[in-house]
């Protein structure tokens, strides 16, 4: 094939894809972090990418996200997640945008009030819809006191979802729970980290003296939300139980969230950093020893990749991200889901051997190398083309 037909081959093979979430960048969350990855490698591949998002604050503006186009929607704040919107459903304006400049497919990420209004137009246009799971809505309700919205909240979910050529779901174990439940049509596709800049070699010895931390003393670390679905009750009784077998172990927080004050007022010993992103989060994972993540309501947990890259050893549960990629004793520690007295023994076990410990850190780190975003984005190219009308592909 000459240089000829070879570009010619190569733009009919192009699409539009249109993106319609409730999260992107400049917010911080890992479904935002994960949706701007897999937009910057569509970009990067040589398609055309649009962006339908809530407009998060009288600041944001089209030009924040790196998106060249791009709409912005009136929001309303979503209630326990400040900073946050959901966009309004808007309809008709995405009837209109969409007539106008027709994207050969969509992809949902968010099944709110703009989720459901853009499956709904996009039904009326005859244009292909993937979507994502990316939270598990339904989970959250027994922490938030709401169990018996559980079974409707499914409800819509599943009803939404069915609706849609193809879900997209990170993780084996939850395949398999969404296909239990009534879900057709799941597709997996993984996450990746950029070990370019999680790295232990971002270690800051400044950040440590900072934390009033020797270099033989051992930090414990979490980052995420601070929210009641992310179970840190447990992660603080994991770590006083860790401070009692080695009085001076240190214990760091990076995150914000409604539970920021409360958990800061009882326990003052504990380092509070706040929210971090980009260089200065990768100090922090790697300027920490070990990682603790309780969390019971994940779809995946892009902070279990973040900190294996980081060398950090890590107890988690065994689903999810951990149950995809932590080997119990070789990159890692894994515990049966929700066997709380198991994940803080495996904690204090964890510290008993040394030398182990440094090969576990040492071993995470060489997996998370082989875990490259470049073949998750391929593969999210992929479901987009083989989703796509026949025929209707950019040419």
């Known amino acids: 094939m000459d240089a000829r037909c070879q570009e010619v081959s190569e733009t009919q093979n192009r699409f539009h894809f249109c993106l319609v979430t409730e999260t992107y960048p400049p917010e911080i969350n890992g479904v935002a972090m994960t949706l701007h990855r897999l937009v910057k490698g569509i970009i990067e591949r040589g398609h055309q990418v649009s962006l339908v998002r809530p407009r998060q604050s009288v600041h944001d503006r089209p030009g924040c996200s790196r998106v060249p186009e791009q709409t912005l929607i009136p929001g309303l704040p979503i209630p326990g997640y400040q900073g946050l919107r959901f966009g309004l459903p808007v309809g008709q304006r ?49 922490h938030y006191h709401l169990g018996f919205l559980s079974k409707l909240i499914l409800s819509h979910l599943r009803n939404f979802h069915n609706r849609t050529r193809a879900t997209l779901v990170p993780s084996k174990d939850l395949q398999e729970q969404l296909q239990q439940r009534g879900f057709n049509n799941i597709e997996m596709l993984s996450r990746g980290v950029d070990c370019r800049l999680f790295s232990p070699e971002k270690r800051d010895p400044k950040l440590r003296q900072m934390w009033n931390v020797r270099d033989d003393q051992h930090v414990v670390l979490y980052v995420g939300r601070l929210a009641t679905e992310k179970n840190l009750d447990l992660f603080v009784r994991t770590y006083r139980a860790m401070q009692r077998q080695r009085a001076d172990l240190r214990c760091v927080i ?11 007022q009882d326990n003052p010993d504990i380092i509070f950093c706040g929210v971090h992103t980009g260089r200065s989060l990768a100090s922090h994972y790697a300027s920490a020893d070990m990682f603790l993540f309780p969390s019971e309501t994940e779809t995946f947990g892009n902070v279990t990749l973040e900190a294996m890259a980081s060398g950090l050893a890590i107890v988690a549960y065994d689903y999810a991200a951990a149950g995809r990629h932590v080997t119990n004793k070789q990159n890692g520690f894994v515990v049966p889901y929700q ?35 470049l073949q998750i984005v391929e593969r999210f190219e992929n479901i987009l083309r083989e989703n796509c009308n026949p025929n209707q592909v950019m040419s």
């Not at 709904?120 to 959250?140: C, D, M, W």
């Not at 995150?255 to 958990?263: A, C, E, F, T």
């Open 94 to 142: 995405l009837r209109r945008l969409w007539a106008g400049a027709r994207p050969d497919i969509i992809y949902v990420a968010t099944e709110g009030p703009l989720g459901i209004a853009a499956l709904r137009q996009a039904e009326k246009l005859n244009i292909p819809v993937v979507s994502g799971f990316h939270t598990n809505f339904h989970s959250y309700t027994k």
């Open 254 to 264: 990076v995150g914000d969230g409604p539970l920021y004050r409360s958990l800061q």
């Open 339 to 373: 066997a709380e007295e198991q994940f803080i023994e495996q904690a204090l076990a964890m510290m008993d051997e040394e030398t182990e410990l440094t090969q576990i850190r040492n071993n995470a780190r060489s997996y998370a190398l082989s875990v490259d975003w």
